[in-house]
T-cell receptor
Framework: GAVVSQHPSRVICKSGTSVKIECRSL??????MFWYRQFPKQSLMLMAT?????????EQGVEKDKFLINHASLTLSTLTVTSAHPEDSSFYIC??????????FGPGTRLTVL | AQTVTQSQPEMSVQEAETVTLSCTYD???????LFWYKQPPSRQMILVIR??????QNATENRFSVNFQKAAKSFSLKISDSQLGDTAMYFC????????????FGKGTRLHILP
């Protein structure tokens, strides 16, 4: 069964609204989780590293005030896209690592901003 | 900084044929992991195979095998007896050996298996 879940799988929202995406590690505790963004026919781009109990580490060029990450427990990380605009439309994927050589990816969330 | 390069954006092969996907990487580290991930149309990332850099023996998983050349920083994936279900995007990826280290992905190779 799934080791990492994401909710929702698909969301459509109006421009200017905020959207929250949840990522849950179902099978093990994860002090670190990762958020990726994927445009059509492109690779996964790491957005940020979510750290339980502390601030997320954002990759260069990713707006931390735009993409709010909260890792409040060892099994849950959330990504909130604030004041979403059409250019934020994308596929968002989270991952969690049981070990350095074993990563599990969520099924992804397709965000469409109208 | 580590980089991963996949030079074949797209490939097509006939069913049952063998295909090799290329990947090169760059790092100054000596211990790391290399991976090949498959992303089918469902977009769920699936681990195909992994290789520990300290192991000389090439990893093999059923019809999937790698040719790991550490000195050349090359990590190719060979798919034998290709099947229609192998049609997907394939990503080569790199990670250091700490559990909290991020994965660095190549741009991917779109593989089409033709009936």
């Amino acid at each position: 069964g799934a080791v990492v879940s994401q909710h929702p799988s698909r969301v459509i929202c109006k421009s200017g609204t905020s959207v929250k995406i949840e990522c849950r590690s179902l099978d093990f505790q994860a002090t670190t989780m990762f958020w990726y963004r994927q445009f059509p026919k492109q690779s996964l781009m790491l957005m940020a590293t979510s750290n339980e109990g502390s601030k997320a580490t954002y990759e260069q060029g990713v707006e931390k005030d735009k993409f709010l990450i909260n890792h409040a427990s060892l099994t849950l990380s959330t990504l909130t896209v604030t004041s979403a605009h059409p250019e934020d439309s994308s596929f968002y994927i989270c991952s969690s690592h049981r070990r350095a050589d074993t990563q599990y990816f969520g099924p992804g969330t397709r965000l469409t901003v109208l | 900084a580590q980089t991963v390069t996949q030079s074949q954006p797209e490939m097509s092969v006939q069913e049952a044929e063998t295909v090799t996907l290329s990947c090169t990487y760059d790092t100054s580290e000596s211990n790391y992991y290399l991976f090949w991930y498959k992303q089918p149309p469902s977009r769920q990332m699936i681990l195909v195979i992994r290789q520990e850099a300290y192991k000389q023996q090439n990893a093999t998983e059923n019809r999937f095998s790698v040719n790991f050349q550490k000195a050349a920083k090359s990590f190719s994936l060979k798919i034998s007896d290709s099947q229609l279900g192998d049609t997907a995007m394939y990503f080569c990826a790199f990670s250091l050996m700490n559990r909290d280290d991020k994965i660095i992905f190549g741009k991917g190779t779109r593989l089409h298996i033709l009936p």
